[in-house]
Every structure is written in C-alpha cells, then in structure tokens.
T-cell receptor, first 114, second 108 residues
Framework: EAEVAQSPRYKITEKSQAVAFWCDPISGHATLYWYRQILGQGPELLVQFQDESVVDDSQLPKDRFSAERLKGVDSTLKIQPAELGDSAMYLC????????????FGEGSRLTVL | AQRVTQPEKLLSVFKGAPVELKCNYSYSGSPELFWYVQYSRQRLQLLLRHISRESIKGFTADLNKGETSFHLKKPFAQEEDSAMYYCALNTGTYKYIFGTGTRLKVLA
C-alpha cells in the first residue's frame, strides 16, 4: 500500500542552525500539505501545494521558513535559522486530484531545537 | 473566523460504555467535516467524513448545522478505540483546519 514518506523522522538542532525536511507524497497525488503540530495542539497548516504551485502559505513564517515542490512531486520544507519555538512535529500529507477530502499523512518529522 | 473546537482534551470511559467526542465549528459557508484518528505509534488517518453518512468501526457523526456541531459517537466503546481523535473542517480549496484533539481512553 502506497504511503507518504518523510525524512528525517527525528532531528535535534541548535537554535540559529538550518533544518530541512523532505516529503515524498503518494504517487499521483496532486495536492501536498505541510502541517506543524506543537505538543498538545492540532495540526496547523503551513503551506499547501497544488502540483508545483503554492495554493496557500498564509501561515508560513516566511522570514525563516521556505517550502518548495519543484517538479510537483516531492517537497522540501526548510527552516533557517531555527528558533526554540520551532520545536514541533512537522507533518506532510497528500491528497489525490479528485475531491475525496481524504488526506494521507506521513509519519512526521519531530524537530527539537536546543 | 474559521475555527474547530474540541472542548475535551481527555475523555475516559469504561469498555462497553457509550462514547461521544465533541466537535464544534465556526464557518460561514457550507461545512465539510471530517474525523481523523491517530492510534498509538501510527500515522494520522481518516476515520469518517460527514458527506458519506457512514459508520466506520461503529462510529457515526451527524452534522448539526443549527448547533454547528459534528460530534463523534459510538454506542459501545472498545479498548482498541483508545486513540487521539481530531475533528477537521474543509474551509474551501481543500484547505483543512484541525481541532486540538481529544484523547480517548477506554478502560477495561
């Protein structure tokens, strides 16, 4: 069964360092999402792609966060410089072009900023 | 403002007891609502969506537009239902916002 792949699963870094997360959605899924989940809270949308185009990045802190999906397949989320408050689980999800409303999530990348 | 509220962080019930996980939403348009579940050491996955009007693993959820609610119910809880449950709202253009989640613990 196809699944969304994310790496790394865990990342520990010091503040002011750069961090990158990678996501490979399910093959053929046009929409890709990056969510941030702080402990005890629900997932919060950071950025949404439709193919290679950004649909929504209104909640992405653009002074330090960037996201790209160059060929409309896999995606990278970067943080530079990392801050203590960035410690969270970063979840990637994808959904097919047909409007089913189902998001398929990866296992997430847990970031700890020291 | 568009918002999903899950008022309970933790809900503990005994096996065989009824379960109701509360979800309220704030949305000016026609809502499309979902319940997602995360079992221990598993990824977040869709449980059910209101437009399907389906029962999954014995769970049902009815959209009440008057009360702006989409509560998740099951008549008889099982230990394997213990998990984290999130209510989600499609706010248009397939942008989904999630509630803060409710941890369900089913006690033996």
């Amino acid at each position: 069964e196809a699944e969304v792949a994310q790496s790394p699963r865990y990342k520990i870094t010091e503040k002011s360092q750069a961090v990158a997360f990678w996501c490979d959605p399910i093959s053929g899924h046009a929409t890709l999402y990056w969510y941030r989940q702080i402990l005890g809270q629900g997932p919060e949308l950071l950025v949404q792609f439709q193919d290679e185009s950004v649909v929504d990045d209104s909640q992405l802190p653009k002074d330090r966060f960037s996201a790209e999906r160059l060929k409309g397949v896999d995606s990278t989320l970067k943080i530079q410089p990392a801050e203590l408050g960035d410690s969270a689980m970063y979840l990637c999800a994808s959904s097919p072009r047909t409007a089913t409303g189902e998001l398929f999530f990866g296992e997430g990348s847990r970031l700890t900023v020291l | 403002a568009q918002r999903v509220t899950q008022p309970e962080k933790l809900l503990s019930v005994f096996k065989g007891a009824p379960v109701e996980l509360k979800c309220n939403y704030s949305y000016s348009g026609s809502p499309e609502l979902f319940w997602y579940v995360q079992y221990s050491r598993q990824r977040l996955q869709l449980l059910l969506r209101h437009i399907s009007r389906e029962s999954i693993k014995g769970f049902t959820a009815d959209l009440n537009k008057g009360e702006t609610s989409f509560h998740l119910k099951k008549p008889f809880a099982q230990e394997e239902d213990s998990a984290m449950y999130y209510c989600a709202l499609n706010t248009g253009t397939y942008k989904y916002i999630f509630g803060t989640g409710t941890r369900l613990k089913v006690l033996a």
